[in-house]
């Protein structure tokens, strides 16, 4: 490795971290202006979506249910989430874990049971990186 490598190499992970943490915080923005359309803008058509109970197929599919809970149940919410770690197995592979709470409308902090734990798969392809898959889960309080 050239010394021009070794400066690149560390560059190019600090910039590919900077742009995956993006696309979570853009999520997460749209969360709080409700907005369905601007929620699963960076999720590939193809992506899942597993939560307890619930796998979505596709982007569309989590679309029309994302739509639905801010028409409903999390019509006001706002998320609150932490990037644990970002790890990169490929140049353009990328799997994120969070944890993230809810605070509903009304409410000034998030209920004990919305406590989650996320795991994010994200790709980059076309010059911008993509949400292929998501699993949320509980995070239970020792």
Known sequence: MT????LTVPSAIREADRAVR??????????AANDADAFVEPYA??????LPGTFRHDREELRTAMAAAFAGPLKGSRALNEVQSVRFP????????CTRSVVLAGEDEPREESHALDSWVLSASDGAWWVRGFHGCP????
């Not at 696309?23 to 923005?29: C, G, P, T």
Request: without cysteine; glycine residues 4%.
């Open 45 to 50: 058509p193809d992506a899942t979506v597993l």
């Open 22 to 31: 993006a696309v979570i915080d853009a999520l997460y923005a749209a969360w």
């Open 139 to 142: 995070a239970h309080q020792a």
């Open 3 to 6: 010394s021009t490598e070794a």
């Open 90 to 97: 490929g140049e353009d592979t990328a799997l994120v874990i």
